[in-house]
């Protein structure tokens, strides 16, 4: 199996956007948006289609996020809420260790760490503005580890 493809949702009607371009960028992703498409307290999901701009400390430019998935869910009480999804490695939402020897992989490892931080910062600002909820899903939330 790919680590990327065409997801094709077997309840289109729930997904927001073309149901027939729909694409995972890992198994993770994949196997949340089987999730979405089976789920029935899922009323409503989309992938990757929104923008959040934020500033890159590498650059000082203004750049556009495309966050991984926009769910609208029902919970047990029927209140609807919205949640904005990232799915990354577990390694990939901690801060990089501090090494005494700044090798490439280090620096981008650093790099990165800024990069999403300044993008999960400008995606809450953006559901505070919403009143939605962000967060951040990793191998072990999906089940995989």
């Known amino acids: 199996m790919s680590y990327k493809g065409k997801f094709k949702p ?5 997904y927001k956007g073309d149901p027939t371009n729909v694409t995972y960028r890992s198994l993770w992703e994949l196997k949340l948006m089987r999730y ?10 989309s992938s990757e289609e929104i923008i959040i701009p934020y500033k ?19 919970d047990k ?10 799915v990354k490695p577990d ?6 260790e501090v090494k005494f020897k700044k090798n490439k992989q280090y620096i981008n490892e650093v790099m990165t760490w800024g990069v ?7 995606a809450i600002e953006y559901c505070k503005d919403k009143n939605w909820t962000f967060t951040l899903m990793t191998e072990k939330h999906l089940g995989i580890i």
């Open 10 to 14: 077997k309840n289109p009607i729930k």
């Open 36 to 45: 979405l498409d089976d789920h029935p307290d899922i009323i409503q999901w």
């Open 56 to 74: 890159s400390p590498i650059d000082g430019k203004f750049h556009r996020y495309f966050p991984d998935f926009v769910v609208r869910k029902r």
């Open 77 to 86: 009480n029927g209140k609807i809420s919205t949640i904005i999804i990232e």
């Open 91 to 96: 390694k990939q939402t901690r801060q990089p």
């Open 116 to 122: 999403n931080q300044a993008k999960w910062k400008a």
